[in-house]
């Protein structure tokens, strides 16, 4: 039985130090069931800890949206980012020395040889040594039109630069660190449609587990415009 003698947390793994528990589970105590049950939000690292999550822009459908590092497991020594409920992965390979971002099951990180080249590997990728893929400022990717062979900073070959993806028509490529929401943000639109126009507060609840904002219209009524993120397509819309 649970005596509080524990603590909160416990995991069952006979190593010298706390931080080499990452090949065990943590397990929390749930008061409710009075069981230890799995808790995949813990774990013990050395050192400092990179951005919980990274915001990754451009690149192919499906690729942009927002990444979370899985919090039990690095891989390389070096954390693992995920797009949530999707198989889109972001981590650090040692034999091609870069970033690499591409689409696949979870248990196959790891378990399948890396291709030749970055191109068949991932559908973006940077070459800095860098901590985190936040931290890197020079990725390539894949355009929309990518077919194996084509020419670099064109329609069906790898975007290089902000400036070759905008030539292009490409959305530029970015990975940013992403941070606490303003409590307020200030919206303006370029037409006669200047209702959307004003200022948005920070909402307390999460709309698709992210922060939203809203607007209210007209005090005698309950209309409100709301600013809100959309997982699947990577896109704030109000």
């Given at each position: 039985?649970?005596?509080?003698?524990?603590?909160?947390?416990?995991?069952?793994?006979?190593?010298p130090?706390p931080?080499?528990?990452?090949?065990?589970?943590?397990?929390?105590?749930?008061?409710?069931s009075?069981?230890?049950?799995?808790?995949?939000?813990l774990?013990?690292?050395?050192?400092?800890?990179?951005?919980?999550?990274?915001?990754?822009?451009?690149?192919?459908?499906?690729?942009?949206?927002?990444?979370?590092?899985?919090?039990?497991?690095?891989?390389?020594?070096?954390?693992?980012?995920?797009?949530?409920?999707?198989?889109?992965h972001?981590?650090?390979?040692?034999?091609?020395?870069?970033?690499?971002?591409?689409?696949?099951?979870?248990?196959?990180?790891?378990?399948?040889?890396?291709?030749?080249?970055l191109?068949?590997?991932?559908?973006?990728?940077?070459?800095?040594?860098?901590?985190?893929?936040?931290?890197?400022?020079?990725?390539?990717?894949?355009?929309?039109?990518?077919?194996?062979?084509?020419?670099?900073?064109?329609?069906?070959?790898?975007?290089?630069?902000?400036?070759?993806?905008?030539?292009?028509?490409?959305?530029?490529?970015?990975?940013?660190?992403?941070?606490?929401?303003?409590?307020?943000?200030?919206?303006?639109?370029?037409?006669?449609?200047?209702?959307?126009?004003?200022?948005?507060?920070?909402?307390?609840?999460?709309?698709?587990?992210?922060?939203?904002?809203?607007?209210q219209?007209?005090?005698?009524?309950?209309?409100?415009?709301?600013?809100?993120?959309?997982?699947?397509?990577?896109?704030?819309?109000?």
């Amino acid at each position: 039985t649970h005596t509080g003698a524990l603590g909160d947390f416990v995991v069952d793994c006979n190593v010298p130090s706390p931080i080499e528990t990452h090949v065990c589970s943590w397990k929390s105590f749930n008061k409710d069931s009075q069981e230890w049950i799995e808790e995949s939000t813990l774990g013990c690292y050395a050192g400092d800890l990179p951005p919980k999550q990274v915001y990754i822009t451009g690149g192919r459908f499906g690729l942009p949206g927002v990444y979370t590092f899985t919090f039990r497991r690095t891989y390389n020594e070096r954390f693992v980012y995920r797009k949530e409920g999707t198989g889109w992965h972001c981590w650090w390979s040692i034999k091609h020395k870069a970033w690499i971002a591409a689409l696949f099951h979870k248990s196959e990180l790891g378990s399948r040889p890396e291709k030749k080249t970055l191109a068949e590997t991932g559908e973006a990728w940077c070459l800095q040594d860098v901590p985190h893929p936040a931290a890197s400022s020079q990725w390539r990717f894949k355009s929309n039109y990518w077919v194996n062979g084509g020419k670099v900073d064109t329609l069906k070959g790898v975007i290089r630069s902000p400036q070759a993806a905008k030539a292009c028509g490409e959305r530029a490529f970015h990975c940013l660190v992403v941070e606490q929401p303003p409590p307020i943000v200030m919206v303006r639109h370029g037409t006669d449609r200047k209702i959307t126009s004003g200022i948005y507060f920070l909402m307390p609840e999460l709309h698709q587990k992210r922060f939203c904002f809203a607007k209210q219209c007209n005090m005698r009524t309950l209309d409100t415009f709301v600013s809100c993120y959309d997982p699947p397509t990577a896109r704030w819309s109000i």
